[in-house]
């Protein structure tokens, strides 16, 4: 029976090393695959460069608290930045209700203040403020409750900056909360798509405006291309700027004068 078990064991070691092997195997296969693909893309299109003046304006995350780190603000304002293209700065800064001073086109203020309500959307003064101070309720004394809290308060308090005060979707972050144990039921910061497709629009009006990207080739075949970069650029550089071979000849006609 010791025998059995010992043998049984062992197979099953080896059973998983080779599946573990496999996996690796696989990972790094794909991982070359993706290399060598995107070494192509960039051979034939030079990769993504950015549209110059496309990206207009910025939003001020403005931390104006001590309670909460301010790596928490941060995370979520880098978020939006990258994901919508947008210009999202963080920044020190006091605020003082009803009449705060603005920073950026629009600003997201964040507080700790027990006399203020929780978010306060002033639309027409392109600011709205988020207030932290009863989110150490309940389960807020717990460090990890209490930073997701924060996180979801100002993803809540941008959604509502950027023009998306609703959704359609029953367990969305918009939907009501009345109380920080609300914000617990959650399952991080992801927003829906019928909230994020209202941002672009909306922050435009306020003008901000994201980034846009083409392909390098496309830029130099428009004329307005930067100096190359790196070697595929370079090769599209001096071919899109190479004259023809054989130029077009256009001779003169004196029957038609032209």
């Known amino acids: 029976m010791k025998h059995l078990i010992i043998t049984t064991l062992v197979l099953v070691s080896a059973v998983a090393l080779a599946d573990t092997q496999t996996n690796v195997a696989t990972r790094t296969k794909r991982k070359l695959n993706r290399e060598q693909m995107l070494k192509r893309w960039n051979a034939r299109t030079g990769g993504e ?118 959704s359609n979707y029953p367990d969305s972050l918009l939907t009501s909360v009345t109380s920080p144990e609300d914000l617990d039921r959650f399952l991080g910061c ?24 083409t392909t390098y080739i496309e830029a130099c075949q428009e004329g307005w291309a930067p100096a190359p970069t790196n070697e595929y650029q370079k090769a599209i550089w001096e071919e899109t700027r190479k004259l023809p071979e054989k130029p077009l000849q256009i001779k003169f006609d004196p029957k038609r004068g032209k």
């Open 190 to 213: 992801r927003l829906q798509m019928d909230i994020q497709e209202r941002f672009v629009p909306y922050l435009k009006g306020l003008g901000v405006t994201p980034a846009k990207f």
């Open 49 to 166: 460069i950015q549209v110059p003046n496309s990206q207009r304006g910025k939003i001020v995350f403005v931390n104006a608290q001590n309670e909460a780190d301010e790596s928490l603000i941060s995370e979520v304002a880098d978020a939006f930045a990258k994901s919508h293209k947008l210009k999202i700065d963080v920044e020190r800064g006091d605020f003082s209700f009803p009449k705060p001073t603005l920073k950026g086109n629009a600003s997201l203020f964040i507080v700790n203040d027990p006399s203020l309500p929780t978010i306060i959307h002033a639309p027409e003064d392109k600011w709205t403020m988020v207030n932290i101070a009863r989110l150490r309720e309940g389960n807020g004394r717990k460090p990890q409750f209490y930073a997701e809290r924060v996180k979801k308060e100002v993803t809540r308090g941008f959604c509502l900056l950027a023009g998306a005060q609703t």
